[in-house]
C-alpha cells in the first residue's frame, strides 16, 4: 500500500500542511491500495506563490531551452511508463490496452509541444505592429479521474511551452498515478517552481487555485458542473479559462451502413473506458426500418464482451472507479427502466463472480426516447441508448438535441452522405467510421461541453495573449 503524504512544490517533495487523508481503494475488488493526505489552502498558496516566483524566469527561456526542457519531461516519463500503467490499471480500473496507450499519449505530449516551438507561432507582423504572443502567467491546470496522467501531461506540456509555470491539481482519486508523474518531474529536474503538484480536493485546493489573483489561466477537464463554478469564479479575476467538460455524444449509424461493421464500431466508441469518457458515444442513432436487425445485433455483441480484472488483455469491461460511482450508475439504470425504455441486455446488479468490484453490467436499452435522462445525462458507465430515427432530417435533430457537444460519430457505406451529415453535428470533434486520436488537431466542446481548444498550436497559443508593439 501507498502513502502519500507530500506535494512537489518549488522543486521539492514538501510535507502537507492540510491533514485528512483520503483512501484509494482497487476498483476491481476495493482493496485498499493507498492513503494521500490531501493539501489544503496554505499547500495550495505556496504552490502559487512557487509558479508566480519562477515565472519571469521561464518566460523568458527560448524557444530551444524550452524544447530541451520538454525532451528532459518527455524523458523522465517515458522512464515511469511501466509504473504509471500498473497504476491506471490499479487505481482507475483502466484496461490494459488502453491503459498502456493513453501513458505513452501522455508521454508524448511532451514530444508534440515542442513542435509548436516555432517563432512564426510566437511572432507576427501586423502593419506597423510586431505581435508577440505572451506567456500569460501562472497556469491552474485541474484534472478529472479517468486516465489522469494523459490530461496532466498533456497540459503541462502545452502551458510550459507557451512560456506559464504551472499548478497542478490532479483528481483526489488519481493521487497514485500522479505521485509517479511527480517523481518523474523532479527527476526532469526543470527550474524550481515550474511545475508543482499538489494533492487535495477540489474545495479547498481547487478552488483556492481557481480564485486566486495570481493565477492568469486556469486548463481544467472534469464535470459541468464543476466547470460552471470556475467559470463564475474566473469573472473576479479575468482569468481566461479553457474547460473541457462532459459530454453525451451521438453515434449515427447511417441507412446504408452494414450491421457488423456498425455495431462493433457503435460499441467501440461507446464504450470507450467502459463509458467513462467524456467522448463515448452512448446514444446510437438507427434508421427505423432497421430497428429491430440494429437491436439484435447490438445485444449479441453487447453480452459478448467479458467483464473482470482489468489487467487481463482479455478484459473488454471495467469496472467503475468507486463504489459511489457504481451507485450512480446504477440510478441511471433505474430510470431508463422507471422511465419505460425497454431493457434488452444488462440491467441492475453486478456480473456474477465479480460482486467485489465496482462492475456494472453492459446495459443497452431500445426504445429510448431523446427526453428521457438516460439520452441526455451524462452516465460515465457502459449503458447505451438505442433511439431510431426517421430519416436524415430526423438523425441530425434528434443528435444536436442534448445540451452537449463534445463528440460525435457517424458510419455509414457512402463516405460523402456520412461527411454531409457530419457537417451538420454541434461537436468539437466528428469521427466517420473510425475512432481516430490525433493529438495535434484542435480537441474541446460546444454547448455545455465548455469552450477553448486544447493541443497543437491552439493548445499552446490558449496560455498567451497576444502583445503589439508599435515603433
Ligand atoms: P469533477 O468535475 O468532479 O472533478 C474534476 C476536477 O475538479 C478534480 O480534480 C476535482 O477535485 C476538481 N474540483 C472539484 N470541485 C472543484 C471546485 N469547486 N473548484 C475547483 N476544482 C474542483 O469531474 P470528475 O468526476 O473528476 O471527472 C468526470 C467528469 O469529467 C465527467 O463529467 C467527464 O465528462 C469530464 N471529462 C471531460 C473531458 C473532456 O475533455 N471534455 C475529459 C475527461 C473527463
Redesign the pocket.
Known amino acids: 500500500m501507498k502513502i502519500i503524504t507530500k506535494h512537489f512544490i518549488n522543486g521539492a517533495f514538501v510535507a502537507s500542511h492540510g491533514a485528512d487523508v483520503v483512501e484509494v481503494r482497487n476498483p476491481t475488488n476495493n482493496a485498499l491500495i493507498g492513503r494521500v493526505t490531501m493539501g489544503d489552502a496554505v499547500d495550495a498558496e505556496r504552490a502559487i506563490a512557487a509558479a508566480k516566483a519562477a515565472f519571469p524566469a521561464w518566460s523568458q527561456t527560448t524557444l530551444d531551452e524550452r524544447k530541451a526542457w520538454l525532451q528532459k519531461l518527455a524523458d523522465a516519463v517515458t522512464e515511469r511508463l511501466d509504473d504509471l500503467t500498473a497504476l491506471c490499471i490499479a487505481e482507475f480500473g483502466g484496461l490494459a490496452g488502453f491503459s498502456g496507450y493513453a501513458m505513452t499519449q501522455a508521454r508524448d505530449f511532451f514530444v508534440l509541444a515542442q513542435e509548436t516551438l516555432k517563432p512564426e507561432n510566437f511572432q507576427q507582423r501586423v502593419n506597423a505592429a510586431e505581435v508577440a504572443r505572451v506567456p500569460l502567467g501562472v497556469a491552474g491546470l485541474?484534472?478529472?479521474?479517468?486516465?489522469n496522467p494523459w490530461?496532466v501531461c498533456g497540459k503541462a506540456a502545452s502551458a510550459l511551452a507557451a512560456g506559464c509555470t504551472v499548478v497542478i491539481?490532479?483528481?483526489?482519486?488519481s493521487a497514485l498515478e500522479a505521485q509517479v508523474l511527480m517523481e518523474a518531474f523532479h527527476k526532469a529536474g526543470l527550474p524550481a517552481g515550474v511545475i508543482n503538484v499538489v494533492n487535495?480536493?477540489?474545495?479547498p485546493?481547487?478552488?483556492t487555485?481557481?480564485r486566486s489573483l495570481d493565477v492568469q489561466k486556469i486548463s481544467?477537464?472534469?464535470?459541468?458542473?464543476?466547470?460552471k463554478?470556475?467559470n463564475r469564479?474566473a469573472t473576479e479575476t479575468m482569468k481566461r479559462v479553457t474547460l473541457?467538460?462532459?459530454?453525451k455524444s451521438p453515434t449515427v449509424i447511417m441507412p446504408d451502413a452494414d450491421v457488423e461493421g456498425a455495431v462493433g464500431f457503435a460499441l467501440t466508441v461507446g464504450l470507450i473506458n467502459t463509458g467513462?469518457?467524456?467522448?463515448a458515444g452512448t446514444r446510437i442513432l438507427v434508421p427505423e426500418r432497421r430497428g429491430e436487425e440494429f437491436k439484435a445485433a447490438l445485444k449479441a455483441a453487447m453480452e459478448a464482451l467479458k467483464s473482470g480484472d482489468p489487467a487481463d488483455p482479455a478484459t473488454t469491461v471495467q469496472p467503475m472507479i468507486t463504489a459511489g460511482h457504481w451507485d450512480r450508475v446504477q440510478g441511471y439504470i433505474k430510470k431508463g427502466l422507471d422511465g419505460g425504455a425497454d431493457l434488452v441486455t444488462g440491467g441492475l446488479g453486478k456480473p456474477k463472480g465479480l460482486e467485489a468490484g465496482n462492475f456494472v453490467k453492459p446495459t443497452l436499452f431500445a426504445n429510448v426516447r431523446n427526453d428521457m435522462a438516460i439520452a441526455q445525462e451524462?452516465i460515465?458507465g457502459p449503458v447505451l441508448a438505442m433511439i431510431t430515427y426517421r430519416d436524415e432530417d430526423d438523425a441530425v435533430a434528434i443528435a444536436n438535441d442534448v445540451e452537449y457537444g463534445?463528440h460525435a460519430y457517424v458510419y455509414g457505406a457512402d463516405r460523402e452522405r456520412a461527411r454531409a451529415i457530419a457537417n451538420r453535428l454541434q461537436a468539437g470533434r466528428v469521427m466517420i467510421n473510425e475512432l481516430v486520436d490525433d493529438p495535434k488537431a484542435p480537441?474541446?466542446?460546444f454547448k455545455l461541453?465548455?469552450f477553448g481548444r486544447?493541443f497543437g498550436v491552439a493548445g499552446m497559443q490558449a496560455f498567451t495573449e497576444p502583445r503589439a508593439v508599435f515603433g
Open positions: 485541474l484534472t478529472p479521474w479517468n486516465g490530461f491539481k490532479p483528481s483526489e482519486l487535495g480536493l477540489g474545495d485546493v481547487g478552488n487555485i481557481t481544467f477537464t472534469g464535470s459541468t458542473r464543476v466547470g463554478l470556475i469564479d473541457e467538460l462532459g459530454g467513462s469518457a467524456c467522448i451524462e460515465f463534445l480537441f474541446g466542446g461541453s465548455g486544447e
